[in-house]
C-alpha cells in the first residue's frame, strides 16, 4: 500500500511538471488588448499558456534589472528597440537564432541575434479637433510649433524615465537639434507647455481621443487606431523630421522556461495568424511579406531623421541623457 502510495504521489507530481511546463511568463510592452489576443490565439493554437504582465519599456528593463539574479520571466515581447539594445548592454537578455529570423531584414535585428524587430511607428502628433476649435489652438506641423505660448498646459506626453515612447523623444530631438545641449534646451521650452508626464507612452493620445487634452506626442499607430474608433482627431508628422520606434523582442537571460520562450518568439515573428493580429493595431510589421493594414501610417510617408538604435540604446548614453532630463526637467515638477 505504501508503495502505491508512493507511485500515487510520484504520478501526480510529474503531471503537475508537465501542465506546468505547459505556460511561459511573459513581459510585454504591447498595448495591453493586443498582448491578451495574440498570446490568446498562441494558446488556442499550441496549448502553452502565456502569462504575462504588462510594463512600458523602462519598466520591463528596470524590472529585468532587479530579476536578474532570479528572472521571473522568460521573454520580452514588444517594446521601444532602444530599451531592447539597453537591455542587452545591461546583460539581462540572450541571443537566440530562430530559423524564422531570415524573414525580418538585416537592419530591423540585432547584428548579435539578442532581439528582433517587430515593427515600426513613427513619432507623430495628434490633436483633438473639437477641443482645438474650443480652446483656439492651431494644429502643430513642427517641433518648433509646439513651443509657441498658446499651447502652455495643453500638451501631453510620457515620462522618458519610464516610457521609451518619451526616450525616443530625446533622442530624435538630439537628431533634429544636433547636440544634447540643444535637446535640452528644446524640452526645458517645451516642459513650459506640458500638463503632465505619463507613465506609458500610449496614455496622451488616449487623452487627447476623449477630449481630456488638446495635443499630444506618441506613436502614429496608437493614434490611427483612435481616429479609426471614432475621435475626431488630426494626426501630424513635425516637418523637420521624426525619430521611430522599431518595436521588438527579446529573450530573457536565465529565464525559467526558454523551451516554450523560444516557442512563443518562432510563433510571433512566422505565424500568419499573430500577424494578421498585429496589422488590426495598425502597425507595419518590418517582417518579408508581411500584411499591413490600409489605414497604417508607414514610415517612408514621411520626413524621418536617420536614427543610430546602437547609440540610442547604449546604457551609458540612455543614463546620460535621462540623467540630465530628470534632474533639469523631471525633479522640478515638484
Not at 488556442?44 to 499558456?49: P, Q, S
Request: hydrophobic share 40%; charged share 20%; net charge negative.
Amino acid at each position: 500500500m505504501k508503495k502505491l502510495t508512493a507511485f500515487v504521489l510520484v504520478a501526480i507530481i510529474a503531471v503537475s511538471s508537465i501542465f506546468a511546463a505547459e505556460s511561459v511568463n511573459a513581459y510585454t510592452t504591447l498595448e495591453e488588448p493586443l498582448a491578451a489576443a495574440l498570446f490568446a490565439r498562441f494558446e488556442e493554437e499550441t496549448g502553452i499558456k502565456v502569462n504575462f504582465v504588462r510594463l512600458s519599456g523602462g519598466e520591463a528593463v528596470a524590472r529585468l534589472e532587479a530579476e536578474a539574479s532570479n528572472p521571473q520571466a522568460s521573454i520580452w515581447v514588444g517594446g521601444v528597440g532602444l530599451d531592447h539594445i539597453t537591455a542587452k548592454g545591461k546583460g539581462l537578455t540572450e541571443p537566440y537564432v530562430s530559423r524564422y529570423s531570415k524573414n525580418t531584414p538585416a537592419q530591423y535585428r540585432d547584428p548579435d541575434n539578442y532581439w528582433i524587430g517587430l515593427y515600426v511607428g513613427p513619432l507623430t502628433f495628434v490633436t483633438n479637433l473639437d477641443r482645438a476649435e474650443e480652446l483656439g489652438l492651431d494644429v502643430p506641423h513642427s517641433w518648433a510649433d509646439l513651443l509657441k505660448p498658446e499651447y502652455k498646459g495643453y500638451i501631453r506626453m510620457a515620462n522618458p524615465n519610464s516610457s521609451g515612447t518619451a526616450y525616443n523623444v530625446l533622442t530624435t530631438m538630439c537628431y533634429v537639434l544636433g547636440s544634447e545641449d540643444a535637446m535640452m534646451e528644446y524640452m526645458t521650452e517645451l516642459d513650459k507647455n506640458i500638463d503632465q508626464y505619463t507613465r506609458s507612452g500610449s496614455a496622451p493620445g488616449k487623452s487627447v481621443g476623449t477630449g481630456e487634452i488638446p495635443i499630444a506626442i506618441g506613436y502614429a499607430h496608437d493614434q490611427v487606431k483612435l481616429k479609426e474608433a471614432g475621435a475626431n482627431i488630426e494626426i501630424t508628422a513635425p516637418e523637420e523630421g521624426t525619430g521611430f520606434e522599431l518595436a521588438s523582442m527579446s529573450l530573457v537571460k536565465g529565464g525559467p522556461d526558454p523551451v516554450n520562450a523560444k516557442k512563443l518568439y518562432d510563433w510571433v515573428i512566422s505565424d500568419p495568424d499573430a500577424q494578421q493580429i498585429f496589422t488590426e493595431w495598425y502597425v507595419v510589421l518590418v517582417a518579408n511579406g508581411a500584411p499591413k493594414h490600409p489605414d497604417a501610417l508607414s514610415i517612408d510617408q514621411i520626413k524621418t531623421v536617420n536614427q543610430d538604435f546602437a547609440w540610442d540604446g547604449d546604457p551609458e548614453t540612455k543614463s546620460r541623457l535621462l540623467d540630465r532630463w530628470t534632474s533639469e526637467i523631471g525633479n522640478k515638477r515638484g
